[in-house]
Every structure is written in C-alpha cells, then in structure tokens.
T-cell receptor
Framework: GAVVSQHPSWVICKSGTSVKIECRSLDFQATTMFWYRQFPKQSLMLMAT?????????EQGVEKDKFLINHASLTLSTLTVTSAHPEDSSFYIC????????????FGPGTRLTVL | DAKTTQPTSMDCAEGRAANLPCNHSTISGNEYVYWYRQIHSQGPQYIIH???NNETNEMASLIITEDRKSSTLILPHATLRDTAVYYC?????????????FGPGTRLSVLP
C-alpha cells in the first residue's frame, strides 16, 4: 500500500521555540493531507486539513497562527508549532487519502512532541 | 457520517479468534465500514473495509449484518502483536477531501 512518512519521529524542545514537522506521501500524490493530534489515552482529533496550493482549513478551537500549515507540493505538507508550550506536547499524526475507489486514508507513523 | 459504538476494551487469549463488535445503527446506504488499528505510539493502520458483503484479507475478516446496523471484525488467530486500539469508522467511500473521524475505539489486549 501507499506510504506516508513523518519527520522527525520525536522532538524535544524548549518552551517558546518553534518546531516543524514534515509529512510526505512517498509513492503517491496528495492534494489534501490531514493533521491530527492525540493526547495520552485519547483518540485522534483532527486539527486541520492541508490543501496544496491554498490555505489550510482549521477545526474549531485550533489556532491557525500557532499551528502553521504549508502544503508546499503534491507530496509534502508541514506543520509548524510556533512558540510551543508544554500543553502543546502531544502525538501529531498526518494522513493522506488514497486515490483508489474507496479513498482509504494512509497514516504517517506520528511525531511525538515534548515541550519542556 | 454515521456514529459508531464499540466496547471500551476486550481481552483475548493468544491463538484464539478475536471478535470485535461495532454498532452503526444510523449508517446510510452509501457509507462504508472501515476498520483501523493503532498500536501504541504508532500511526493508525488500515485493516479492512466493506459495504454490504463480508470481506476477508490477510489480516482479518469483516462480517456485516444484513441490515448493516452492526459489524464484527475478526482476527482469526490473535497474537501478542495484535494488542492495539481498534477503530470502527463509518463514512462515505467516494470522498477524497474528507477526513476520518475517530471515536474512542476498542482497546484489545491479547494475553499469553
């Protein structure tokens, strides 16, 4: 099946710094990608939809100026957590829809962010 | 998309079949049933999906009731590596720009 990669797999940063997370579709193109956040013992929650060539769409309650999304190409979307704080510590997961008839989602392995 | 209901947790003995139920009583005619699982600290992994008929692949079988209001995911011979959270998701299949909505899922523990 199709593969989605994320980089880095984990990152530790100081409070107030910015962190960039990359999401790549390795063997297919994705004009849309999704960014999820998952806190411990909770389910995945959609943060935003990344659209190639246009602005991202953010879910209610997600600060667009804090979580910057750039869909630079048909295979790359980036999520930048600006001025990170400890409460931003979470597991961030991206996904991209397949282009087959059933549009299953292919998920990245996730990025563990810890803000000190 | 239709809402789903799953048990919070289940145990299964290693080597036995794991049967994970899912209720989706408000499913629409054009909505598919998808199953994903998430092993600890990893991204969700696709398992199987179906519309009306029962489906089987190398990972699992999916049994959908005739009225489509519920389904069961079957792992025929569970191993310790099948310990994960299993998500049943119902959504329209032909919708490229739509994300998947995850409920709490079922935490399956495969016991030695």
């Amino acid at each position: 099946g199709a593969v989605v990669s994320q980089h880095p797999s984990w990152v530790i940063c100081k409070s107030g710094t910015s962190v960039k997370i990359e999401c790549r579709s390795l063997d297919f193109q994705a004009t849309t990608m999704f960014w999820y956040r998952q806190f411990p013992k909770q389910s995945l929650m959609l943060m935003a939809t990344s659209n190639e060539g246009s602005k991202a769409t953010y879910e209610q309650g997600v600060e667009k100026d804090k979580f910057l999304i750039n869909h630079a190409s048909l295979t790359l979307s980036t999520l930048t957590v600006t001025s990170a704080h400890p409460e931003d510590s979470s597991f961030y997961i991206c996904s991209a829809p397949g282009t087959g008839a059933y549009n299953e989602q292919f998920f990245g392995p996730g990025t563990r962010l810890t803000v000190l | 998309d239709a809402k789903t209901t799953q048990p919070t947790s289940m145990d299964c003995a290693e080597g036995r079949a794991a049967n994970l139920p899912c209720n989706h009583s408000t499913i629409s005619g054009n909505e598919y049933v998808y199953w994903y699982r998430q092993i600890h600290s990893q991204g969700p992994q696709y398992i199987i999906h179906g519309l009306k008929n029962n489906e089987t692949n190398e990972m699992a079988s999916l049994i959908i009731t005739e009225d489509r209001k519920s389904s069961t995911l079957i792992l025929p011979h569970a191993t310790l590596r099948d310990t994960a959270v299993y998500y049943c998701i119902v959504r329209v299949g032909y919708n490229y720009g739509q994300n998947f909505v995850f409920g709490p899922g079922t935490r399956l523990s495969v016991l030695p």
